[in-house]
């Protein structure tokens, strides 16, 4: 399917790639730092399948919180997952800024499209259902990891910075649903 997002002649699509090299170029400065490269390198490999997010479910779980919400959290990533990766990123064949990612970092050669991002999209999912989990207070702490697992895509060269924006929205979309069913099922 053709889109905007892809048709650099589609006006829509010159400003899309425009953002794009924009970040691209504003990344570059801080690719090769060591303490960037070391943030941004790990957050996309631990976000690899949500790992991280699957972690942090299981981590509140240690520290009090009750097991059922951890098991909640994993099987709605798992839900996610699905929607995200086997439905709406069937609809784009966005191609990827490099084929493996920037060669200064190791990163799994994904096999769908580019866009948008999944790992955008289970971070800020994530982020919103554990904010409904823990409270608005600890929001910032997710929606920051959120955002450095976001980040950390574009940064390896592994995503477009519009594929990561696209993701964000999806994610909390998604994420607000599923909290919105979580609550109807608890009444």
């Given amino acids: 399917m053709s889109s905007?997002?892809?048709?650099?002649?589609?006006?829509?699509?010159?400003?899309?790639?425009?953002?794009?090299?924009?970040?691209?170029?504003?990344l570059e400065r801080i690719?090769?730092?060591p303490v960037a490269d070391t943030v941004f390198s790990t957050a996309s490999h631990l976000a690899?399948?949500?790992?991280?997010?699957?972690?942090t479910g299981a981590a509140r779980t240690l520290a009090g919180a009750p097991a059922a919400e951890a098991v909640q959290l994993s099987?709605?990533?798992?839900?996610?997952?699905?929607?995200?990766n086997q439905g709406i990123k069937r609809l784009f064949r966005r191609t990827r800024p490099?084929?493996?990612?920037?060669?200064?970092?190791?990163?799994?050669r994904p096999s769908t499209s580019s866009f948008p991002s999944?790992?955008?999209?289970?971070a800020f999912f994530a982020a919103t259902v554990l904010?409904?989990?823990s409270g608005r207070r600890a929001a910032p702490l997710w929606f920051s990891m959120a955002a450095v697992v976001a980040v950390s895509r574009p940064f390896v060269r592994i995503h477009h910075a519009s594929?990561?924006?696209a993701g964000a929205a999806v994610g909390v979309a998604l994420g607000g649903i599923a909290v919105g069913a979580r609550a109807a099922l608890d009444r």
């Avoid at 905007?4 to 170029?25: K, N």
């Avoid at 099987?75 to 995200?84: D, I, K, N, P, T």
Wanted: aromatic content about 10%; glycine content about 8%.
């Fill in 4 to 26: 905007a997002v892809e048709d650099r002649s589609h006006p829509f699509g010159e400003r899309i790639a425009e953002f794009d090299d924009r970040i691209d170029q504003l």
């Fill in 31 to 33: 690719r090769g730092h």
């Fill in 48 to 55: 690899d399948w949500s790992l991280i997010w699957h972690f």
């Fill in 75 to 84: 099987a709605l990533l798992g839900v996610e997952s699905l929607v995200v």
């Fill in 98 to 108: 490099t084929e493996t990612g920037d060669d200064r970092y190791a990163v799994r």
């Fill in 118 to 122: 999944g790992h955008a999209s289970s």
């Fill in 131 to 133: 904010t409904s989990l």
């Fill in 163 to 165: 594929d990561i924006v």
